[in-house]
């Protein structure tokens, strides 16, 4: 097992993989650095004498300055470190593309063909509550519904996407709670959906309906509760007559490339951009080869790498919507009068995050090399192949709820500290560090942390590509066995 990693020939520090004591000796490139007064795991040393005010380097990149004079094998971090990141800033035009080499294979999975020619990856049942008021009804309508069938139902599982919305929004919000929940219900993870209303509610039956779009009426249907005398009797007559539609609903081979898989870190440490984030990377490379599609997201941490995925758009039109995607965020910031810069969290420096740019310059390792073909707005949908950007926060059940309702069938999430929850798709929690996935197996579904013991990048990659297809197979990740399914809806404004 390493000791400590040097990530860039140009880095002036290193991070290590162990914990170190004072005046311990240790090699790095070659050169022999005494370590000054300890350092833990995951955390960086100086691999030379850094003067006040001069950058600190790593993954090739400044991720801030010195507020005083460091010396070679001290501990870096927010006690002698800062940011260089201001506010809004001017971008220019300068495309930096690099050549994906990764080669088309012709694999398959074995996935549920929708009539919309979507694939879903799972063929589940779910009530979506127009407000968070039914949420309770959807409860009492999935119990019974289950009494009344038993286990002869074709759904791989039976949920209520509980939320506490629908009314007393104005604005954005109220739109937002629409527009994420029209398109959960059109979901291809979904068999059928029951869209389940109250009555007096503002996001009410008809405009719900109209903002959905065509849909397919034996696999969707609608009840408003205040309608009905027996309202848990109405539903579940609703939920058996979408549970013979599906009652045909097989899984057939259907080619990689319709794989969509969106991209998430949280909880994240001092290998998160050396071990998890990286596989998602080569990960993500190696789909898109195959002609699949992954989303990027959580854009107040691509704040100090913004320039990287501006420079790899695949035109000067793609460009400028990452500009926008940027500093329409940092306008989020600034019109409620918070610092842009409020990160990393408590737990990321207690991991060894110092800076935002450290922590931005890890999280987007996720998005490998491969071009940025197009940019999403929150709330829309996936319409290109390829590397997406998608506009949502940091916050790990709103981005992944958005990189659910873009279309993703499944999450990937790398953690250095450990998360249970999982969104209303496949949520699979990838470990930085050996030490979290042994803790929380129960959590934990790969680990990544063999990357920094004795497992190479090709043998790490072959596992994840076996494992990720095996889920999209249906084999079940954590969060799934747990029951841990959540969804949260961006809100920026007013409740009545």
């Not at 501990?75 to 940011?83: A, F, P, Q, S």
């Not at 506010?87 to 074995?110: A, C, P, S």
């Not at 129960?442 to 990048?457: K, P, Q, R, S, Y």
Request: aromatic share 6%; charged share 25%; hydrophobic share 35%.
């Amino acid at each position: 097992m390493k000791n400590i990693i040097k990530i860039h020939e140009a880095d002036n520090v290193a991070v290590a993989l162990r914990s170190f004591r004072d005046k311990e000796k240790i090699t790095v490139a070659g050169d022999e650095v005494e370590v000054k007064g300890g350092i833990k795991s995951g955390h960086k040393i100086a691999l030379t004498d850094i003067a006040q005010g001069e950058n600190i380097i790593k993954y090739g990149a400044p991720i801030g300055h010195a507020t005083e004079s460091i010396a070679k094998g001290e501990w870096i971090h927010t006690h002698n470190t800062k940011t260089n990141l201001s506010d809004k800033i001017e971008y220019t035009f300068q495309q930096n593309l690099i050549h994906n080499t990764g080669v088309k294979e012709h694999r398959t999975f074995k996935g549920y063909r929708r009539k919309d020619g979507n694939v879903g990856i799972r063929n589940e049942l779910w009530i979506v509550p127009t407000v968070g008021c039914v949420n309770g009804i959807g409860e009492r309508m999935i119990k019974e519904f289950e009494l009344e069938v038993g286990p002869n139902n074709p759904f791989d599982n039976m949920m209520v996407l509980k939320h506490n919305y629908g009314c007393s929004q104005l604005g954005d919000d109220h739109v937002n709670t629409r527009t994420i929940l029209t398109k959960m219900v059109k979901h291809p993870n979904a068999a059928g959906v029951l869209v389940l209303g109250l009555g007096c509610e503002n996001n009410g039956l008809e405009d719900f309906k109209e903002a959905l779009g065509s849909f397919d009426e034996n696999r969707i249907k609608f009840l408003r509760s205040q309608d009905v005398e027996d309202e848990i009797e109405e539903g579940v007559k609703l939920l058996k007559e979408i549970s013979a539609a599906a009652s045909n609903d097989r899984r057939e081979e259907v080619p990689l490339s319709e794989l969509k898989v969106g991209l998430k870190c949280g909880g994240s440490d001092g290998l998160s951009g050396i071990t998890a984030n990286p596989l998602l990377g080569r990960f993500s490379d190696w789909l898109i080869a195959q002609g699949g599609t992954s989303v990027l997201t959580e854009v107040p941490e691509m704040f100090g790498a913004e320039t990287l995925l501006m420079e790899r758009a695949k035109n000067e039109e793609v460009f400028h919507k990452i500009v926008d995607l940027i500093n329409d965020f940092k306008s989020y910031f600034l019109a409620h009068n918070q610092p842009i810069y409020e990160n990393p969290s408590p737990g990321n420096k207690e991991g060894g995050i110092t800076t935002l740019e450290d922590k931005s310059l890890g999280c987007t390792q996720k998005a490998g090399i491969s071009p940025v073909v197009d940019v999403l707005k929150y709330g829309e949908s996936l319409e290109a192949k390829g590397l997406n950007l998608l506009s949502a926060p940091g916050n790990d059940l709103v981005a992944s709820t958005a990189l659910g309702a873009s279309g993703c069938q499944i999450v990937l999430f790398t953690t250095g500290r450990g998360t249970p929850f999982g969104t209303f798709v496949p949520t699979m929690k990838i470990s930085t560090n050996t030490s979290i996935y042994e803790k929380k197996k129960h959590w934990i579904d790969f680990n990544a942390g063999t990357l920094v013991e004795e497992e190479n990048e090709e043998t790490s990659l072959d596992r994840f590509i076996t494992y990720i297809t095996s889920v999209a197979n249906g084999e079940l990740v954590n969060n799934e066995k747990n029951s841990f399914r959540e969804i949260a809806i961006f809100k920026s404004g007013v409740t009545l």
